[in-house]
């Protein structure tokens, strides 16, 4: 608790007690007895009410002074001061008090709903440790070094800067970045990024970017401009609020002046209006709205997502299409053996190794998933020889004197040899042959996510109707992976181009339902931005996607976007239940004080009874902090 | 006209929604303001302006802001 709120706490309290005991003195009939004539009793009320009252009244003066009368202060300025003038100064006091207790409140939860946004972004570093040509190393703010600097970072330190670590090998914990909590493996070479925490090496990486373009700096930034995209519902409340309020003071008056015409019995009517402006007052509404979705965008952002503002967490929680790109987004994007099929005569590892030897000089991706295949074992290069690429269909090279032929059909029909067909579905295939004689085939495929399949049956429980991909790759390996992860739709061998275009045909149909496509932001920025909402997934530190996408997810798990949608559909929840419950109440309430059959009394603990029930309601979306951490 | 500008963030005290709106706008109206941000949930003030007279402007903006609302503050 701040010490402003602290102060103000003690003020209310003080001011409540001194008016419980007046009001307990003037129902026993003491206060007439002691006080005597009115406008005595009237002051003794005054100093409670001025004691809490005062800046309630400074702020109605100052919105007249500044012709911005209609705000909550001028209603409980009129509503009190129009009951002390009718002599109901208890009720008046009481307003005041019971509003100011509300607005206490309503302070107190504001901020600890941004503290715990600020816990969650602890991410910032506070210093850096710079290592100076000369090999001392000076401390200094992180926003003062330059990019390649040299950094020294030592065990258990926040890395301050993005930058690629120069010496040092350890385990830095990315967990206040993306919610991982498996530590990554770092070593020369290897980019890092800051606001992760160092292991138990000691690194030295030279600064790639200045402190403001670090990533620390760009989350910090989209966390909290986030609350500056409002939703449909927020940019709601507040147009409903600058039309509500002069509706409610007119109102009001015409409450107070148009009866008594008639029928006379100034006194209640005014005493009638009063309770009306009391009640009408919007607070509920106005501040339980947009707490609701500061909550919604934190929760998200605590998980490793982090959602670009409002208005895409009221979209995500009705997702009707989700359209996603099949490589780096459903499947890892790099290849790996999925079955050795030798000839009769020739065990599996024997053909792995041939392959692999002959591709042991190859930087291309399957030449890769052929070696690590093989696992372990050191491959000699020097029993390779004269190694012949041949573009697009494999290569040949001389093997301990053989000629071992490595790709596709093709190329060994070219050289006369027969080889048996294969179904090969989503992988591709490479053949072997040595002198001539086939030795078997290697089927490699491109790994689809360990949970993507849950993760888009989730989203189908979630309330996705439809989940398409879209894929570059030939129409077997994508019909191939769509069949296994149970997608609705697949188009494959598409261009760039093509994928936008198919977004496009795709939103045009849908007639405002909402669609979102997940990508992985390094090649789909179009995509991402032309969808209703884009999430890119696994772009820590990829700048291209950070901007064209609306949702990030930090780590690569698919299954955040189920939990998000989750998040999302909560705080519409508890924002229209908070807009429903406030209104329904305030209703009733305004009905029976225009009848009046609702006192002051009634009417002070509708509206601070249903401000602070709005509050707590909203806040639920940041105090439930284990439920969402669970994975 | 082309003159270099500055974005500065500071943390500020502003008490409700509606407030920073109002602030924001009255500073938005000065001259030598190219942008201005009131965040009332982050309690941060972001302000764009001139380089060269950027204090000067920061001071002329953060009177409107109190003139507005007495109870706008912001950290240097």
Redesign the interface.
């Known amino acids: 608790m701040s010490s402003k709120l602290r102060r103000q706490l003690w003020i209310i309290c003080a001011a409540a007690g001194l008016f419980l005991t007046l009001l307990a003195l003037d129902r026993t009939g003491a206060a007439a007895a002691v006080f005597g004539r009115n406008w005595l009793c009237l002051a003794v009320y005054l100093v409670p009410y001025l004691l809490c009252g005062a800046p309630v009244l400074r702020k109605a003066a100052l919105g007249v002074k500044n012709r911005q009368p209609f705000d909550e202060c001028l209603l409980m300025t009129l509503a009190t001061v129009g009951a002390f003038a009718i002599g109901e100064y208890a009720e008046a006091v009481a307003v005041m008090v019971f509003y100011q207790v509300g607005e206490w409140f309503q302070d107190y939860a504001v901020g600890r709903s941004r503290r715990s946004i600020s816990e969650l972004m602890d991410i910032v570093p506070e210093y850096a440790h710079v290592e100076r040509p000369g090999g001392a190393v000076e401390t200094v703010e992180p926003d003062k070094v330059a990019v390649g600097d040299i950094l020294v970072i030592r065990p258990g330190e926040r890395i301050p800067l993005d930058g690629t670590v120069l010496s040092g090998e350890s385990l830095v914990n990315t967990a206040a970045l993306t919610g991982e909590s498996v530590p990554r493996a770092v070593s020369p070479g290897a980019q890092v990024v800051s606001g992760c925490v160092n292991g138990e090496g000691l690194l030295r990486i030279r600064a790639d970017k200045v402190f403001e373009d670090s990533t620390v700096s760009r989350i910090l930034e989209l966390v909290e401009t986030a609350a500056e995209k409002k939703s449909k519902t927020e940019k709601f409340i507040t147009r409903f609020a600058r039309y509500y309020t002069p509706a409610v003071v007119c109102a009001a008056a015409a409450l107070a002046l148009v009866p008594p015409l008639f029928i006379g019995a100034w006194g209640v009517w005014i005493y009638r209006a009063c309770a009306f402006l009391v009640i009408s007052c919007p607070c509920a509404l106005v501040i339980s709205v947009p707490l609701a979705f500061f909550g919604g965008v934190g929760a998200a952002g605590r998980m490793g997502v982090l959602v670009k503002g409002s208005n895409y967490l009221e979209l995500l929680a009705r997702l009707d299409t989700v359209v996603s790109d099949k490589t780096g987004t459903l499947t890892c994007g790099s290849f790996r053996v999925s079955e050795v099929l030798p000839a009769a005569d020739i065990s599996e590892t024997e053909l792995l190794e041939k392959a692999a030897l002959a591709e042991s000089l190859s930087t291309h991706p399957i030449a890769r998933s052929i070696r690590e295949a093989l696992g372990e074992t050191e491959i000699d290069t020097a029993r390779v020889q004269d190694v012949e690429n041949i573009s697009g269909r494999g290569l040949i090279a001389q093997v301990d004197g053989h000629r071992i032929l490595v790709g596709s059909a093709a190329l060994l029909r070219e050289s006369g040899i027969e080889l048996s067909e294969i179904k090969s579905g989503a992988a591709t295939v490479c053949h072997v042959a040595q002198d001539g004689r086939f030795l078997g085939s290697i089927l490699i495929r491109d790994q689809v996510k360990e949970d993507a399949a849950q993760a888009l049956a989730e989203m189908k429980n979630g309330g996705v109707r439809r989940i398409i991909m879209l894929t570059g790759d030939r129409a077997a390996a994508g019909e191939a992976v769509a069949r296994e992860l149970g997608v609705d739709e697949v188009y494959t061998e598409l261009l760039p181009q093509d994928k936008v275009a198919k977004v496009e045909e795709l939103l045009a149909s849908l007639s405002g339902a909402c669609l979102a496509f997940i990508g992985d932001g390094i090649n789909d920025a179009p995509v991402l931005t032309r969808a209703d909402v884009g999430i890119a997934m696994g772009s820590l530190g990829s700048d291209a996607a950070i901007e064209a996408a609306d949702v990030v997810i930090m780590d690569d798990d698919l299954r955040r976007i189920p939990q998000v949608m989750k998040i999302a559909q909560r705080t519409v929840t508890i924002s229209r239940q908070n807009i429903t419950f406030a209104l329904a109440v305030k209703a009733a309430v305004l009905f029976l004080s225009a009848l009046g059959a609702a006192n002051m009394w009634t009417a002070v603990f509708a509206d601070v009874g249903v401000a602070v029930l709005c509050i707590l309601n909203a806040m639920r979306l940041l105090l439930r902090r284990n439920k969402s951490d669970d994975r | 006209m082309g003159a270099k500008t500055v974005k500065k963030k500071f943390s500020c005290e502003i008490?409700?929604?509606?407030c920073a709106a109002?602030v924001e706008e009255a500073i938005a109206k000065l001259d030598g303001v190219h942008s201005v941000?009131v965040?009332?949930?982050?309690?941060?003030f972001t302000l764009e302006a001139d380089d060269e007279r950027f204090d000067e402007v920061l001071r002329a903006a953060i009177a409107a802001g109190k003139?507005?609302?007495?109870d706008f503050s912001v950290e240097i």
């Open positions: 008490d409700c929604a509606n109002k941000r965040n009332f949930m982050m309690q941060k003139r507005i609302e007495p």
